[in-house]
């Protein structure tokens, strides 16, 4: 081989001084300062931030911590999620830091990754990993195998002018080649910079979410400057219009995103147990929406090892022991030769020349010593060595079978001692035939299973490969994977124009020889026809897809690349775990459909009351304490309770829909019955029909507004609305608590839009919350917390008997649709702005 002289040291500093040597730092989009700044310093949290300051500066500060506190711990899980998601990113690297034999002056050095600069000449042997790109200048049998770049399986032979991809190794022969490419520009890092960039993957339930807080964000934000304006111009004191902002900004159900969180950990809690890593902790819910799963052949049809099937003895002589003399003794222990040792163990004898197996000449040979005689053996492709043998029948027939059930077919032959190579080439004598061996990929014992539970849940399947498409083919065969198959090459991809790209992904199930290019292009195109994407995958060829699949799941055997971008890791390359991701998805998308239920409700009654008291009482109706206590009790708890509990139901369709269908009817309902209970109190105590007095330390915490008919606060007025505040506080909590028997139904009688859940344990949690109710009526302490006042037993019974009435009427009403009308239109006002489809959402028991 003739080598080239190389750069000279001279002209290597040259390039070095001009910027062309191989440095590379990837920046990924976001550091530790914009990951805090992002979480902490947006608009709503330095506003209630703001107003947690001027509540702990007026020696409020249980009111402070409740206006803040579940703020503090979003930023708190959000700053964490972002930090180690960017750990992750940092820690990935395609390519290993050995050192690269460069030729300069003439002569081999060996360099860092670092000191390779452009137009090196750079050699490689067997084991070698190229760490920059270049094109190849002499090529001694060099085959470089670039899986873990393509996918593809085989090596790929280089001759002179072929290219190099760093991050391929060389596998057989050697060679060098001059570098293109180096830094930033070399096809592996290009790979780094796709896997490293940071994008924050949104589940369409967090999208529907989203949607609705922002509708609930308007409201809130004109009702703040309505009370900041009437503060203005009523002179309201600061303590007082802070505590009214503070109430008015809990409309923004900002506890809802910690909760859905912690619902999205308890499911990669369970699915840890069922094999799966969730590396982002929504990939949870999206894989229930998941309706395309993409998949490279290996490890997930295959366990990417190779089984030896069948030997068909070809002569009266016994072949297994020859097999066996030649996996013992060859120097290239291949996945061929492992399986084949797998079964044949007893080989012997003593090894004199061999001819190591390269793509190219597709056979492997040995030259030994039995002890008896000495001979040669060829084990190889049927095509090539069969021309070399004598054969007394014809055996092509069955040659064909094998392949065509997906086997791959090998011809072992021997023949008389001879030298296997003649200068310096390899030699082929006159053959004996002895065996045809079929060798085939090991199929997953769970792949049948796991594919066939995606088809019945109306997933379509699509295996994007580096091999032939035909090889394929031949392995859904082997699998048992059931239906019609449309197959394409990369080429033929390539030639497809953009307007019928979409469909033609869409249409297509079998994807052979395809780049990452392609894999990243066939998922963009299954998304913008309106597929959920599932991508698995195990090799840096996979990053990009992985990465603009809507839910990305690597292998742990897969490349760091790979699990470093994945959303989901399957352990020990269960391919199995799916299936339980799948059915957990559902479990989150039905406890998040009841928790929505509670919480919009929540957030739409104190819009409605807000809206009433605000303009006919010119007050907020509670104190941040009061408002704290409620959403505690009423709703923090049970909808907790209720995540850990769901149970997993297929929905179709979007969640948000329905869920306003019921929320905002029930809202309305138990605003129009607080009211009145609220207006009853206060008039009652104003015109003296009600009898109720309180201690100076209680009227403390009462709000008196100049406009509230005198210009010094009155024993009176102050009573009134301490009276209409508590009364509302307890109606409002008992109703919310009562309201779980409606978003949860235990039987038909509950269900108002006939789904039912049919689970017993929110019926009980409904009367441990009454008794929690109860209880904290006679403990000072909790009242003060709660900044709430006892209750006398006649308002008690009031109170109980109305939260008794409005459950009876919210049942009647929210079964005949009456309220329908206002949910209808918010659904409308949000279809036409995209933010969802408002289709109905169909369910059935898992």
């Not at 509950?750 to 919350?769: A, E, I, R, T």
Request: glycine share 6%; aromatic share 8%.
């Amino acid at each position: 081989m003739d080598i080239p002289t190389g750069l000279t040291f001279e002209e290597v500093q040259e390039r070095i001084d001009k910027g062309l040597h191989n440095t590379y730092e990837q920046k990924v989009s976001r550091t530790y300062k914009e990951i805090f700044k992002t979480n902490v310093f947006n608009w709503f949290n330095l506003i209630l931030f703001s107003l947690g300051g001027i509540l702990l500066a007026l020696d409020h500060a249980l009111e402070a911590l409740t206006a803040t506190g579940v703020v503090f711990f979003n930023v708190l899980v959000g700053t964490i999620q972002e930090i180690r998601a960017k750990r992750r990113l940092d820690r990935i690297a395609l390519l290993s830091r050995p050192n690269a034999t460069v030729y300069r002056n003439s002569q081999e050095i060996a360099v860092p990754p670092e000191g390779i600069v452009m137009d090196d000449v750079v050699l490689l042997r067997v084991g070698d990993q190229a760490l920059v790109d270049g094109v190849v200048l002499t090529s001694d049998s060099l085959e470089m195998d670039e899986s873990l770049l393509t996918g593809e399986s085989s090596p790929r032979r280089k001759k002179r002018g072929d290219t190099i991809y760093s991050g391929s190794y060389c596998v057989a022969g050697s060679g060098c080649f001059r570098v293109n490419a180096v830094g930033d520009e070399t096809y592996a890092n290009r790979l780094t910079s796709e896997a490293k960039k940071f994008d924050n993957k949104v589940t369409p339930l967090q999208q529907q979410t989203g949607k609705i807080v922002s509708l609930l964000v308007a409201i809130a934000a004109i009702y703040s400057i309505i009370i900041v304006l009437s503060a203005i111009i009523f002179r309201i004191p600061l303590i007082h219009t802070t505590q009214m902002v503070v109430v008015v900004l809990d409309i923004i159900p900002v506890a809802l995103f910690l909760l859905i969180v912690i619902a999205y950990s308890l499911g990669a809690l369970r699915m840890a147990g069922s094999g799966a890593l969730m590396q982002r902790s929504n990939a949870v819910e999206s894989m229930s929406h998941v309706d395309t799963v993409c998949m490279d052949k290996t490890g997930t049809i295959t366990t990417n090892n190779l089984v030896l099937d069948t030997v068909i003895p070809l002569s009266n002589e016994d072949p297994g022991r020859y097999l066996a003399d030649f996996a013992a003794l060859t120097g290239s222990k291949n996945r061929t030769i492992k399986a084949i040792l797998e079964k044949h163990t007893n080989g012997k004898g003593e090894l004199i020349d061999e001819i190591p197996f390269t793509s190219q000449r597709k056979y492997s040979a040995i030259r030994y010593d039995n002890g008896e005689e000495k001979l040669v053996l060829f084990l190889g492709a049927y095509d090539v060595l069969q021309k070399h043998c004598r054969w007394n029948s014809d055996v092509s027939k069955k040659v064909m079978e094998l392949a065509a059930q997906g086997l791959r077919v090998m011809l072992l032959a021997k023949g008389q001692d001879n030298d296997l190579y003649e200068n310096e080439k390899d030699v082929v004598p006159p053959l004996t035939p002895l065996a045809l061996i079929a060798i085939r990929d090991e199929i997953r014992p769970d792949c049948a299973h796991t594919i066939q539970t995606f088809i019945d849940n109306n997933m379509a399947i699509k295996i994007i490969s580096g091999d032939d498409p035909v090889t394929v083919d031949a392995l859904f065969s082997l699998a048992g994977i059931p239906g019609t198959r449309k197959i394409i090459s990369g080429d033929e991809l390539d030639a497809i124009g953009a307007e019928e790209f979409p469909s033609t992904v869409a249409e297509t199930n079998i994807f052979g020889r395809m780049r990452p290019e392609h894999k990243e292009r066939i998922i963009d195109g299954l998304k913008s026809q309106g597929r959920y994407v599932a991508m698995v995958g195990d090799g840096v060829n996979d990053v990009r897809s992985l990465k603009t699949a809507n839910v990305g799941v690597a292998l742990q055997s897969g490349s760091g690349a790979a699990r470093g971008v994945a959303d989901m890791i399957l352990l020990d390359d269960r391919f199995s775990a799916l299936p339980a991701a799948l059915i957990e998805g559902r479990r989150i998308t039905t406890g998040m459909r009841s928790i929505l239920r509670l919480y919009l409700a929540r957030n739409f009654v104190l819009a409605f009351i807000i809206a009433f008291t605000l303009f006919v009482f010119q007050t907020v109706p509670m104190l941040p304490t009061n408002n704290a206590y409620y959403a505690f009790v009423s709703l923090s708890i049970p909808a907790f309770l209720m995540t850990v509990w769901a149970k997993p139901r297929k929905t179709e369709g979007d969640i948000l829909p329905i869920v306003l269908r019921f929320a905002v009817p029930a809202a309305l309902s138990i605003a129009v019955f607080a009211c009145i209970v609220y207006s009853l109190y206060y008039l009652g105590v104003v015109s003296g029909v009600i009898s109720i007095t309180f201690t100076a330390e209680q009227l403390e915490n009462a709000w008196f507004l100049e406009y509230a008919g005198s210009t010094e606060p009155t024993v009176l007025y102050l009573t009134a609305e301490l009276a209409a505040r508590n009364a509302l506080v307890f109606f409002c909590t008992l109703a919310g608590i009562t309201l779980v028997l409606l978003a949860a139904p235990f039987n038909r009688w509950f269900s108002v839009d006939g789904s039912v859940h049919g689970d017993w344990k929110p019926v009980v949690l409904v009367f441990l919350l009454y008794l929690v109710f109860a209880v904290i009526f006679k403990i000072d302490a909790a009242m003060y917390v709660a900044g709430i006042t006892p209750l006398r037993y006649i308002d008690f019974f009031f109170i109980t008997g109305m939260v008794s009435l409005w459950f009876l009427s919210a049942r009647s009403l929210l079964r005949a649709g009456r309220f329908r009308w206002l949910s209808e239109a918010i659904i409308s006002q949000l279809s036409k702005r995209n933010h969802f489809s408002g289709k109905t959402v169909m369910e059935s028991d898992q």
